[in-house]
T-cell receptor, first 112, second 115 residues
Framework: DAKTTQPNSMESNEEEPVHLPCNHS???????IHWYRQLPSQGPEYVIH???SNVNNRMASLAIAEDRKSSTLILHRATLRDAAVYYC?????????????FGRGTQLTVWP | DSGVTQTPKHLITATGQRVTLRCSPR?????VYWYQQSLDQGLQFLIQ???????AKGNILERFSAQQFPDLHSELNLSSLELGDSALYFC??????????????FGPGTRLTVT
């Protein structure tokens, strides 16, 4: 799977929007962009994924650049519960290699 | 609650011993994945099963083995335990084995401490 690059850490204030960037310059045409997060002492949690178009769900929005070499996870109003490590992961469509490659991710700190 | 259950939550054992970790996937999910998370290695993929068959292997030691049973629950067996095997072990499940399309849902993990 192609690799991704994320900032080590980001900070936000509660109730403000958060934009978490991810660079994936070697992405292939069939790679999905997945985001997971891991809260302290918990298992990773699926957030969102997409292929080409922007995606929205109840947790977040995913904005994908037109050339697909980067994407941004958007938390519209950060809460204290959103403090976690966020992982951006590429997964090939049709890939039977089911593993998720977790890099270092971005540690998000949310201040009250 | 992801719908994935893991037992036990905590396990403390001595070096050289053998333990079994159990995972029940979400209802309807056919794929089960095992991951290990230690402080120095981060989250590492160990092995994947799909509908009872092994599909992919990651950094899984020969002392470790796994299987998926007809009812789709899975067990991870760790033997000849060493201090370095102390870690969090997560199980995840997904509907299919098409890597890109499907999201994975993770259980709460089993914390293994080897003394």
């Amino acid at each position: 799977d192609a690799k991704t690059t994320q900032p080590n850490s980001m900070e936000s204030n509660e109730e403000e929007p958060v934009h978490l960037p991810c660079n994936h310059s070697t992405i292939s045409g069939t790679d999905y962009i997945h985001w997971y997060r891991q809260l302290p002492s918990q298992g990773p949690e699926y957030v969102i994924h997409g292929l080409t178009s922007n995606v929205n769900n109840r947790m977040a929005s995913l904005a994908i650049a037109e050339d697909r070499k980067s994407s941004t996870l958007i938390l519209h109003r950060a809460t204290l519960r959103d403090a976690a490590v966020y992982y951006c992961i590429l997964r090939g469509r049709g890939s039977t290699l089911g593993r998720l490659y977790f890099g270092r991710g971005t540690q998000l700190t949310v201040w009250p | 609650d992801s719908g994935v259950t893991q037992t036990p939550k905590h396990l403390i054992t001595a070096t050289g011993q053998r333990v079994t970790l159990r995972c029940s996937p979400r209802s309807g999910d056919l794929s089960v994945y095992w991951y290990q998370q230690s402080l120095d290695q981060g989250l590492q993929f160990l092995i994947q099963y799909y509908n009872g068959e092994e599909r992919a292997k990651g950094n899984i030691l020969e002392r470790f083995s796994a299987q998926q049973f007809p009812d789709l629950h899975s067990e991870l067996n760790l033997s000849s335990l060493e201090l370095g095997d102390s870690a969090l072990y997560f199980c995840a499940s997904s509907v299919g084995d098409d890597g890109g399309s499907y999201e994975q849902y993770f259980g709460p993990g089993t914390r293994l401490t080897v003394t």
